[in-house]
């Protein structure tokens, strides 16, 4: 099960954090994986990260701007998420991909646990 968090209303220009956090003992050898999808439009592929937080990818829309980053002792992951645009509102996924793959997948059919999201907005 997947729980995110910290959604919110910022500025632009501001900064978010948003978490995720997991139940279950296959966290730390899971790909974890943030998501988002704004109002009309398809769920798109913001960031990832390996089992062990050492391999990381990112949209180029995010890039230089998020991080994300995980915490396997507290089954948590984060995505820090600085100078945000009205373009970055949209509601936040996380997804799980079990397993240790050496692979980071982009592709929402590649994942097969999702949690229920976290709205974020950003205001102009």
């Known amino acids: 099960q997947l729980q995110a968090s910290g959604g919110g209303l910022v500025q632009a220009g501001g900064s978010l954090r948003v978490s995720c956090a997991a139940s279950g003992r296959t966290f730390s050898s899971a790909t974890m994986t943030w998501f988002r999808q ?27 701007r998020f991080t994300i980053s995980r915490d396997n002792a507290k089954n948590t992951v984060y995505l820090e998420m600085n100078s945000l645009k009205p373009e970055d509102t949209a509601v936040y996924y996380c997804a799980l991909r079990s397993g240790r793959d050496p692979t980071l997948h982009t592709q929402t059919y590649q994942y097969p646990y999702w949690g229920r999201g976290t709205l974020v907005t950003v205001s102009s």
């Not at 990260?49 to 990818?57: A, I, L, M, P, Q």
């Open 38 to 64: 704004a109002p009309g439009k398809e769920r798109e592929f913001v960031a990832t990260t390996n089992w062990s937080g050492r391999s990381t990818y990112y949209a180029d829309s995010v890039k230089g």
